[in-house]
């Protein structure tokens, strides 16, 4: 009998009971798919790949701890709404044990059936995932849907322990709760009118004032130890509780008294029912505002490692490269190899060459100084400017498909990271007798390119001299290089491949280079190259680009598991408020006010507490991505690849984009239910 | 007993409307005309007849009163004519307007310039005070916020709740929460003012304050007020009762230039005829 009911009210509460089940699901399908990945096999095929199942399950954790706490919050905050139904349960003589049990069925139903319908969702995700990791390492997408046992029995798990806490603590709750006790929270949802209040605005000021101190240390450490961020958090914890506490009573203080303002435009409901919301929320609202703000925080940095990423991808414009120290080298051999294996477009072979003279690397040293990574590397190779020939530089831009340009044989030009154009450009105009071998410099001589010039033993380190070919003939060959274009973009897997073709090729680690003694000095300078030949391209450094990659990821998942939470929190808050909202619609309606215009005002309404928890998020989360993604390049580059700040204007960009998308759904989702009210 | 008198609806045509339930006076244009209206609720098979052909007229600065038992059709009328629900049949005409013919649109404007309603349950906003309340259906009206302030405190003077306006409904008492709404009802000087059971939810002594305040509203401003209710002594303030049978007007009487209590006893007379539920 009691499981017929509460299979009944299961159904009958479905509107309550709807999002809060849409997360659950959404939680599950998300679970599901980013836990393949501890499974995928595709992973195991690439050196430091090990890390991301790690990275998954402590993620995964995570999520289910603050899914733990925040169904258990759901669940209880529903059936507080339904107190009245419960006091007629209990006064119908129907024991508390009993309907505890009722509860209990009721979730298990809801959980179950989350779980069948997330998991077919997830597989799907799961695929979506798995094409984008395909992109990302550069491997060809065949679609394979498949079931995972593995990774459906794990799920199962993490959703076990969540909705275990949630659904204990929902029991032992009803089990103690008294008719009387239900029949108060019926009483408490009653709204408390929010009076004004001079020490609002105080409490207000005091708060935002904390919350800017907390960002400044948390973003400028100027201790230097833990306690910047210990105390930075504790400011921010400050700050969004005496926000949401002082905002419904600075907002009546300020404005209740403005009849000229307040009796205008309809603004009267708005402004009354809004700050009676936030009143009667603010804990709740406080803790949306840190979901929110983890949320976009960890997009906003799993978008700038992601374009950290790419950008390293993007600046290795080849798709193979070989090289080969000290002398000009005839390549045929790996030449015929990789003809023999991959589908060569066009590979071209040339040399590196350097003299004694510096005045670009002076200026390039200098430039890294200003940006204040002054602890470069030194590099044995790197003590003189660089040079390639002309011949040799149009073809490779013939090879990459750049705009063609003509190079008069008399002048000398420069390749460059976009970052050094302005610093070359006055040193070419400020030296009028700046030359190479007896060639000046053109005016407008400088190209910007991507040309593999960001790490060491490229075309060149951050920039290289173009010379007329004659100039070479006194010059000194650094090393050289065969550049390859292959027909189809080669995956992640193939430099593994030409390694096994080719003996004695060794790939170019360039974070593992072997401390030399330069001139019977030791100058921590360091050189790489030992009697080996070196692979590069493309695809190498892969270990270090799993590593970015697999942050990404692991920050996209615990932001969609926050952010999906943090909203259906938001929406069941909203909804539940259905029968007063009903109510109100008609009362406004005899006092002729027409149907549009009541709409319109809900809508209003409810944009204005959407977007409310977000102001604060917003604000902290874009100075915490502003602050780490210039801290993550630094790290990354030596040197700014990316020659301004846009590129971290557009990952916050981007990751608002996404959240404000996924708010929307429900933004949309709480509009079309209270619309269906009537 | 002498002045009871069976009105037939069936008995009101066209021609005799005019001058069968009203006494000629120095109003001839009445501000309500009900004209044969019939009620309808329900869908295939179980059809319950809410309204059956009911005529009847209201002078401008007339407060009349409705009574009937539980179930008789009082609420489904006064829904009707407040434009909240659609007549199945039949005619309403207020100040010479077929309300039943406005369309959609322009029935919220109809119902803000011309209706006043007061309900049992107040329905007063939660979160404005009493003095927003009050001014709400005027800031619908768009009216300047200096002009709503003049009108509140001059109505709030009137129903003796100044002293309240800064409060909110859940820290005043039902009287006061009472007056508010029917300050709220009369602050756009509607056409006509209703009241569904507006002392239902009050005591003895609210009803009585509530009650002697309509009736200066409708002698003073000349509100024209039509009033739902179960007891007989608040429909004894009114000049005219209304009584509802199934549906049907059963019958009228008129107050006159009777005392007070001596209408009441006649209502109680007639409810003793109508049998049944008798509350009071
Ligand atoms: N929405 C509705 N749907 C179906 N029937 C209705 C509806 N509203 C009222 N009725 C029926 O119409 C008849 C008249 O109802 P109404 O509410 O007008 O009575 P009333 O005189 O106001 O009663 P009370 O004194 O109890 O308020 C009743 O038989 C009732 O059952
Ligand atoms: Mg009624």
Redo the contacts between chains.
């Keep these: 009998m009691l499981r017929k009911l509460s299979i009944r009210n299961a159904k009958r509460q479905s509107r309550e009971y709807s999002l809060y089940f849409i997360t659950l699901a959404c939680t599950v399908s998300f679970m599901y798919a980013f836990n393949t990945l501890v499974f995928s096999d595709m992973l195991k095929t690439f050196s430091g790949a090990e890390i991301l199942p790690y990275m998954i399950v402590a993620a995964s954790l995570l999520v289910v701890l603050v899914m733990g706490w925040i169904v258990g919050y759901m669940t209880n905050f529903i059936l507080k709404k339904r107190s009245r139904e419960l006091s007629i349960y209990m006064l119908s003589g129907i024991p508390n044990r009993s309907v505890s049990r009722l509860v209990f069925y009721e979730n298990a139903l809801i959980g179950a059936f989350a779980f069948v319908l997330g998991l077919p969702v997830g597989i799907l995700l799961s695929q979506i995932l798995e094409s984008v990791l395909d992109h990302m390492f550069g491997i060809k997408y065949t679609f394979r849907l498949h079931f995972s046992w593995n990774t459906t029995g794990l799920t199962l798990l993490y959703f076990f322990v969540i909705l275990f806490h949630a659904i204990r603590k929902n029991r032992r709750w009803v089990r103690k709760i008294s008719v009387h006790d239900l029949l108060m929270f019926d009483r408490q949802n009653e709204k408390i009118p929010v009076t004004g209040n001079a020490f609002a605005a105080v409490v207000l000021v005091l708060s935002v004032l904390s919350g800017c101190v907390g960002i400044f240390l948390i973003t400028t450490l100027p201790l230097g130890n833990g306690y910047d961020i210990l105390m930075g958090i504790i400011c921010l914890v400050l700050f969004l509780i005496g926000f949401f506490q002082s905002i419904p009573a600075f907002l009546v203080t300020h404005f209740a008294g403005r009849n000229e303002w307040k009796y205008r435009h309809n603004r009267l409901v708005i402004f009354r029912e809004f700050t009676a919301k936030i009143r009667s929320t603010s804990a709740v609202l406080g803790v949306l505002s840190v979901l929110f703000m983890l949320s976009l925080t960890f997009m906003g940095i799993g978008t700038s490692v992601y374009m950290i990423a790419d950008q390293h991808v993007e600046q290795r414009v080849f798709d193979i490269m070989i090289l080969h120290q000290s002398e000009l080298y005839d390549f045929a051999a790996y030449e015929n190899a990789l003809r023999s294996n991959f589908p060569i477009r066009s590979c071209h072979s040339y040399g590196i060459y350097t003299d004694e003279k510096d005045d670009f690397l002076t200026v390039r040293n200098r430039v890294i100084a200003d940006t204040g990574n002054g602890d470069i590397f030194l590099y044995k190779e790197y003590k003189y400017d660089t040079y390639m020939r002309q011949s040799d530089y149009k073809k490779l831009r013939e090879l990459l498909g750049y705009r063609s340009i003509s190079l008069d044989p008399s002048l000398c030009y420069v390749h460059c990271m976009p970052a050094l154009e302005k610093d070359f450009q006055s040193l070419i105009r400020e030296r009028a007798d700046l030359n190479r071998a007896g060639y000046s410099f053109a005016a407008d001589g400088i190209f910007c390119e991507p040309f593999n010039q960001m790490e060491t033993y490229g075309n060149g380190w951050d920039y290289c001299v173009i010379v007329p070919d004659k100039a070479v003939s006194r010059m000194k060959v650094l090393y050289s290089l065969l550049a390859v274009i292959t027909e189809a973009p080669l995956d992640s897997s193939d430099p593994k491949r030409i390694m096994q073709l080719c003996d004695g090729l060794v790939p170019l680690a360039r974070n593992a280079a072997v401390s030399t003694v330069v001139d019977n000095i030791d100058l921590g300078a360091t050189s790489l190259l030992k009697d080996a030949d070196y692979l590069s391209g493309r695809w190498g450094d892969q270990d270090n680009l799993v590593i970015y990659y697999s942050m990404a990821i692991c920050l996209f998942y615990l932001a969609l598991i926050f952010e999906i939470v943090g909203s259906a929190i938001l929406a069941t808050q909203i909804l539940s408020d259905r029968e007063k909202t009903r109510r109100q619609a008609h009362i406004l309606s005899q006092l002729g006010m027409n149907e549009k215009l009541i709409t319109q005002l809900n809508n209003r309404r409810f944009t204005l507490i959407f977007l409310l928890p977000l102001l604060p998020a917003f604000m902290i989360s874009g100075s915490f991505v502003y602050i780490t993604a210039l801290k993550m390049r630094s790290a990354v580059f030596h040197f700014n690849a990316m020659d301004n700040h846009l590129w971290i204007v557009r990952a916050l960009g981007i990751s608002y984009i996404f959240f404000v998308l996924l708010y929307g759904i429900y933004y949309i989702a709480v509009q079309e239910a209270s619309i269906r009210r009537s | 007993m002498t002045s009871i008198q069976r009105t037939s609806s069936n008995a009101t045509t066209e021609n005799s409307k005019f001058t069968s339930l009203n006494t000629p006076t120095s109003h001839p244009i009445p501000v309500l005309r009900v004209e044969h209206i019939e009620k309808y609720y329900g869908s295939r098979g179980t059809v319950t007849k809410a309204l059956d052909d009911i005529s009847f007229q209201v002078r401008p600065g007339e407060y009349v009163s409705i009574m009937g038992a539980s179930g008789s059709g009082k609420t489904t009328l006064l829904n009707c004519i407040?434009t909240?629900d659609t007549v199945s049949a039949g005619h309403i005409f207020l100040d010479g307007k077929d309300i039943t013919s406005i369309d959609d649109?322009d029935?919220?404007?109809?119902?803000?310039?011309n209706?006043g309603?007061v309900f049992q349950d107040f329905?007063l906003?939660?979160?404005?005070?009493l003095e927003?309340n009050i001014?709400?259906?005027?800031?619908?009206?768009g009216i300047s916020?200096?002009e709503?302030?003049d009108r509140v405190y001059k109505i709030a003077e009137k129903l003796q709740i100044s002293n309240a306006l800064q409060k909110?409904p859940?820290?005043v008492s039902g009287g006061q929460k009472q007056r508010c709404a029917f300050a709220?009802a009369v602050i756009c000087d509607p056409k006509l003012v209703m009241a569904d059971e507006p002392t239902g939810a009050l005591d003895s002594h609210s009803s009585r304050i509530l009650l002697e305040i309509m009736s200066n509203l409708n002698k003073d401003l000349g509100a024209t007020i039509l009033m739902v209710t179960h007891d007989a002594f608040c429909a004894s303030y009114a000049d005219r009762i209304l009584f509802l049978k199934d549906g049907k007007i059963f019958n009228e009487i008129r107050k006159g230039e009777k005392t007070r209590s001596i209408f009441y006893h006649e209502i109680l007379d007639v409810l003793s005829l109508l049998g049944g539920d008798r509350p009071c």
Aim: charge should be positive; hydrophobic fraction near 45%.
């Design positions: 407040s909240i649109n029935i919220a404007a109809f119902r803000r310039d209706l309603f329905n906003l939660a979160t404005l005070t927003e001014a709400l259906p005027l800031t619908i009206s916020p200096k709503i302030d909110f859940s820290q709220r």
